[in-house]
């Protein structure tokens, strides 16, 4: 099974402050990673898939990078609305998901 | 926009089995090019792939739960369903259901039922 081992577990960001996320495999996946929001008590939305590919309606300042096995989800100008539970997800081999970021406020 | 919806029952007892069904609207679950899951995530934890199925009924599972599970489509009703046997309270968790693209194989999971809670307890 595929190991995605996601940094920070925890990131304080101001508002209006970049953030970067790190997603980590433990082999490669070559560019099939995607990148979930998660808010309390709702769904995963898609945000990134193909590594670096915005999914539909998703705001510009989310850009996605990497391949292999090293990927970053980069916030550019952290909103209000962007403070939530952050999943790398790869499906080069069957679905396996990271652990999360928890993007809070600083 | 596709819309899915998870129904069943909330509380199972132990070692019985959980029944969930996901109504599709919006799209037919008997088109190729997407695949039809099942993802549940422990209370105040991260996400673990249950299942996927494409509609020609081609399905694979997780190797860890493989031996209690089964998925299923009902094209009729346009739904599609997760039995999971022998359940204990390991198996409490939120249960999505979810629709991936993909022909050969699936890709990022691009809609997602609101989830549902299912409780294991006596």
């Known amino acids: 099974e595929i190991v995605l081992t996601q940094s920070p577990a925890t990131l304080s960001v101001s508002p209006g402050e970049r953030a970067t996320l790190s997603c980590r495999a433990s082999?490669?996946?070559?560019?099939?990673l995607a990148w979930y929001q998660q808010k309390p008590g709702q769904a995963p939305r898609l945000l990134i898939y193909g590594a670096s590919t915005r999914a539909t309606g998703i705001p510009a300042r989310f850009s996605g990078s990497g391949s292999g096995t090293e990927f970053s989800l980069t916030i550019s100008s952290l909103q209000s609305e962007d403070f939530a539970l952050y999943f790398c997800q790869q499906y080069n081999d069957w679905w396996t998901f990271g652990q999360g970021t928890k993007v809070e406020i600083k | 926009q596709v819309q899915l919806q998870e129904s069943g029952p909330g509380l199972v007892k132990p070692s019985q089995t959980l029944s969930l069904s996901c109504s599709v609207s919006g799209g037919s679950i008997n088109s190729g090019g997407y695949y039809w899951s099942w993802i549940r995530q422990h209370p105040g934890k991260g996400l673990e792939s249950i299942a996927y199925?494409?509609?020609?009924?081609?399905?694979h599972y997780n190797p860890s739960l493989q031996s209690r599970i089964s998925i299923s489509l009902d094209p009729s009703k346009n739904q599609f369903s997760l039995k999971l046997t022998s359940v204990t309270a390991a198996d409490t968790a939120v249960y999505y259901c979810?629709?991936?693209?993909?022909?050969?194989?699936?890709?990022?999971?691009?809609?997602w039922g609101q989830g549902t809670l299912v409780t294991v307890s006596s």
């Open positions: 979810a629709r991936a693209e993909g022909v050969m194989v699936p890709g990022a999971i691009h809609d």
């Open positions: 199925m494409y509609y020609t009924g081609s399905t």
């Open positions: 082999q490669s996946v070559s560019n099939n």
